[in-house]
T-cell receptor, first 114, second 111 residues
Framework: DTGVSQNPRHKITKRGQNVTFRCDPI?????LYWYRQTLGQGPEFLTY????????KSRLLSDRFSAERPKGSFSTLEIQRTEQGDSAMYLC????????????FGPGTRLTVT | RKEVEQDPGPFNVPEGATVAFNCTYS??????FFWYRQDCRKEPKLLMS?????NEDGRFTAQLNRASQYISLLIRDSKLSDSATYLC????????????WGLGTSLAVNP
C-alpha cells in the first residue's frame, strides 16, 4: 500500500496523559499536513510541513500540541496533558509541491480522552 | 461569513436521480478547488479537482464560476454507493496550499 498511513488507528487515554501519533506520507510527497476533525465538522487545519520545515501552525495548536518531521519523511503529532476536548479524529495528509497540490489523506487516528 | 459555504442537506434522492451541490467561497484570490467525498467515520477522499473550464469524470461533473465565486458538483444516475458527505475545498492564496473546507453536504441515495 503506497498511500498515507497513520498509527495508531484508535487511541483511548485518560485525561492528563500524553499521546503521540505517527503519519507516514506518500513517499514522493514533500508536504505533510495535520488536521483535526470532530463529528459534523470539516477538517480543521493544524499545521503543515514542507520537507522537515514546519511552515505554518494554526492558532488551534495550543502549547500542548507539537509536531515534528525530523527527516522530512514521517511526522509525529504529540498532545501533552490531554483534555476531553482533544477527543477527535486526527488526520494526516500529504501532497506534492507541484501541480494542483491535491492532498491525500490517511485513515486517521481517532482519539478518545476519558 | 465562513470562507467556504455549503448547504448541509441532507439531500435524499432515489437511485438514478441527478443531484447538484453548490458551494460558495469568499476569497476571490483562492487558487485551487476540489471536491472530496467522506464516508461516515472515514477519511476524506479526493473526488475531483475543479478546473476553470469545468471537468467531467464519468457520472460526475464539476464547474467553477470565478466571477460569482461558486463551485458546483453534479452527479448523474446516482447510485446507492454515492451516499456520503461531499466536501467543497479551496486553497488560499500563497504558497502554503492550505485547504479551506466547507462543512459538507450530506447525500443519501435511496433504493
Amino acid at each position: 500500500d503506497t498511500g498515507v498511513s497513520q498509527n495508531p488507528r484508535h487511541k483511548i487515554t485518560k485525561r492528563g496523559q500524553n499521546v503521540t501519533f505517527r503519519c507516514d506520507p506518500i513517499s514522493e510527497h514533500n508536504r505533510l499536513y495535520w488536521y483535526r476533525q470532530t463529528l459534523g465538522q470539516g477538517p480543521e487545519f493544524l499545521t503543515y510541513f514542507q520537507n522537515e520545515a514546519q511552515l505554518e501552525k494554526s492558532r488551534l495548536l495550543s502549547d500542548r500540541f507539537s509536531a515534528e518531521r525530523p527527516k522530512g519523511s514521517f511526522s509525529t503529532l504529540e498532545i501533552q496533558r490531554t483534555e476531553q476536548g482533544d477527543s477527535a479524529m486526527y488526520l494526516c495528509a500529504s501532497s506534492a509541491v507541484a501541480g494542483f497540490s491535491e492532498q491525500y489523506f490517511g485513515p486517521g487516528t481517532r482519539l478518545t480522552v476519558t | 461569513r465562513k470562507e467556504v459555504e455549503q448547504d448541509p442537506g441532507p439531500f435524499n434522492v432515489p437511485e438514478g436521480a441527478t443531484v447538484a451541490f453548490n458551494c460558495t467561497y469568499s476569497n476571490s484570490a483562492s487558487q485551487s478547488f476540489f471536491w472530496y467525498r467522506q464516508d461516515c467515520r472515514k477519511e476524506p477522499k479526493l473526488l475531483m479537482s475543479v478546473y476553470s473550464s469545468g471537468n467531467e469524470d464519468g457520472r460526475f461533473t464539476a464547474q467553477l464560476n470565478r466571477a460569482s465565486q461558486y463551485i458546483s458538483l453534479l452527479i448523474r444516475d446516482s447510485k446507492l454507493s454515492d451516499s456520503a458527505t461531499y466536501l467543497c475545498v479551496v486553497t488560499n492564496a500563497g504558497n502554503n496550499r492550505k485547504l479551506i473546507w466547507g462543512l459538507g453536504t450530506s447525500l443519501a441515495v435511496n433504493p
